[in-house]
């Protein structure tokens, strides 16, 4: 599934401002996706000790179930785009939707830790469905003098729906009197948790009744007239809709499909491009970003935090991660990709050394020193900004522009399959690493920030203010 990325040939392209509202309507609607992707994500972090202990595993069987939706997103990143090339993009809206519904049900309502892992890879599956239909959506039916900040809106809902999951947890967490196994409803509170996402993940299978089809997919399937009727209703009746139409199906037909083929060559199986677009994908991953969203109320217990104030936290993290984003999505055309990319590193590294410092301190009376504690708690919330307004933006903005067109769908492929797997190789792995050495775990960490630097400064060209096709 791919989406036209020409420029606007006429003024008569822009949407008209009685337009724009409903435009605008349209891409909220659709990143609800991103919101739900968001969401799920991050809620298990408010079950992660609850699950420790209602079913008695040790730290290598929670992670797995932790990691294990990143199967699930795996798959159905992989799959959403012939589905939604068969079915349409808002069919397969709707399937992630039921599929959300399905998830947080099942993972309130847990017969053993078996089912709740499956619980987590139907809900992996509808996130990876999330992050590929609604940015190719948004862009399919956005006017093209609107497409990149309406693009951005999916970037943006995930981050609010990180924050919002981080909110509730500790709504919850006080309401049950600062216990994750205290009883709420007639359930603990961990599974209350987990079934909120009903309400949001009903409200996106409302909303896509609610917003039109593709043009591109109803073209695709030669719905003409329908298609029409769409671009006029988005782009305003003064758009010459057979000649845009016209443009599409042109567009269409020239594009090159590129498969896993394209991608090899150059003297270590795929060519060099393609490898740092997978060096990006894994550094993002290796300075240990998804610590911070799926184990950070765990992090802090740890270490001697309250856990009512370890739910607050996570909270406040969530919103610099916000904070983060909007100045990303501010600068990323002014400063450019890579210089942002540098300045995130840098900060990173930063965060992340003085967090391994304060880690390496003993506990006194089950808790860091005041000192340590404070640092720790500080230089979190510097790596979490400094990821957010750089790589967690950066990376999916140059994933999407540095690669020559005749390959880019393949290698974007490639690229994103790169960032599940290093994901979940962190995930998986970060319970084992805690109870082994949590100084040494962020200096594992703080070592890839350092290198993320030499790797942008050789390999990673800059992409600002360049068209995709000068890309090659």
Not at 119 to 134: E, L, Q, T
Not at 439 to 464: H, M, N, R, W
């Amino acid at each position: 599934m791919t989406s036209t990325t020409q420029a606007p040939t006429s003024g008569a392209r822009t949407a008209q401002p009685e337009h724009l509202g409903h435009v605008i309507f349209i891409a909220a609607a659709a990143a609800m996706g991103g919101f739900l992707f968001g969401y799920d994500s991050s809620v298990i972090n408010g079950a992660v000790e609850a699950i420790r202990t209602k079913y008695d595993i040790g730290s290598a069987a929670l992670a797995q179930v932790i990691a294990v939706a990143l199967i699930g997103c795996a798959i159905g990143a992989a799959t959403a785009g012939r589905i939604a090339d068969r079915i349409g993009r808002i069919r397969c809206m709707q399937i992630a939707a039921v599929l959300f519904t399905i998830s947080a049900v099942g993972s309130a309502l847990p017969f053993a830790l078996w089912d709740l892992a499956l619980w987590r890879i139907v809900g992996g599956f509808a996130i990876g469905m999330a992050s590929v239909i609604g940015p190719a959506y948004i862009a399919e039916v956005a006017p093209p003098a609107y497409r990149g900040r309406l693009g951005s809106f999916q970037q943006a809902a995930i981050v609010v729906g990180i924050a919002i999951s981080q909110l509730v947890n500790w709504g919850l967490l006080n309401a049950a009197g600062g216990n994750q196994r205290g009883h709420l409803m007639g359930l603990e509170a961990w599974q209350v948790m987990l079934g909120v996402m009903v309400v949001p993940a009903v409200l996106y299978g409302m909303l896509s009744f609610a917003i039109p089809e593709s043009p591109r997919f109803l073209l695709s399937v030669g719905k003409r007239e329908r298609a029409k009727e769409i671009l006029a209703e988005v782009e305003g009746k003064d758009v010459e809709l057979d000649a845009r139409v016209a443009e599409i199906e042109h567009a269409m037909k020239s594009e090159h499909k590129s498969t896993f083929k394209d991608l090899l060559g150059g003297g270590f199986f795929f060519k060099p491009i393609v490898w740092v677009g997978i060096g990006l994908s894994v550094f993002q991953q290796f300075v240990g970003i998804n610590v911070a969203f799926y184990y950070s109320s765990t992090l802090w217990q740890s270490v001697g935090v309250d856990p009512a104030d370890s739910f607050f936290y996570s909270f406040t993290t969530s919103i610099i991660n916000i904070i983060g984003t909007v100045i990303a999505m501010i600068f990323v055309d002014r400063v450019g990709r890579k210089p942002l990319a540098l300045i995130g590193s840098v900060g990173m590294a930063v965060g992340l050394a003085l967090e391994a410092w304060a880690f390496s301190y003993h506990l006194v009376d089950g808790r860091l020193p005041s000192t340590q504690g404070w640092v720790a708690l500080i230089a979190a919330h510097v790596f979490v900004l400094f990821f957010a307004l750089s790589w967690g933006v950066v990376v999916w903005v140059m994933l999407g522009e540095m690669f020559p067109n005749k390959i880019r769908a393949a290698a974007l492929g490639v690229a994103a399959a790169a960032q599940w797997i290093a994901n979940w190789a962190i995930t998986a792995s970060f319970p084992s690493l805690a109870d082994w050495n949590l100084s040494g775990t962020y200096v594992i960490y703080t070592v890839f920030a350092a290198l993320s630097i030499p790797f942008v400064l050789k390999f990673v060209k800059e992409t600002k203010g360049k068209s995709l096709e000068e890309m090659g």
